[in-house]
Nanobody, 115 residues
Framework: QERLVESGGGLVQPGGSLKLSCKILGISYRPNFTAWGRQRPGKKREVVATILRNGTTSYLPSLKGRITISRDNAKNELYLEMNSLEPEDTAVYYC?????????WGQGTQVTVSP
């Protein structure tokens, strides 16, 4: 069964860095569309970065320059590196992929930015 499993969240101080990982399980092919989203407290979920199988990326303009999305196609793993983290980045971060025409989200990993 297809599923996405995130890891790497935690508590980090303002200005710190964090790298999130996501394993795409239950498939034998390399999906095209993958992404990271987040849901901040009291806000709607938003997509912060996308990456296609060919490596094409896009970023939420407000975060561009502080985050980097990447993937390992051989392992079907997705990553999100975040730098210069701010308290406003506190959120649950979710892995996202379209698998055989169906959109999947992971269970999320909590990132808390606090002194």
């Amino acid at each position: 069964q297809e599923r996405l499993v995130e890891s790497g969240g935690g508590l980090v101080q303002p200005g710190g860095s964090l790298k999130l990982s996501c394993k795409i399980l239950g498939i034998s092919y390399r999906p095209n569309f993958t992404a990271w989203g987040r849901q901040r407290p009291g806000k709607k979920r938003e997509v912060v970065a996308t990456i296609l199988r060919n490596g094409t990326t896009s970023y939420l303009p407000s975060l561009k320059g502080r985050i980097t999305i990447s993937r390992d196609n051989a392992k079907n793993e997705l990553y999100l590196e975040m730098n210069s983290l701010e308290p406003e980045d506190t959120a649950v971060y979710y892995c996202n992929a379209i698998l055989m025409g169906t959109e999947y989200w992971g269970q999320g990993t909590q990132v808390t930015v606090s002194p």
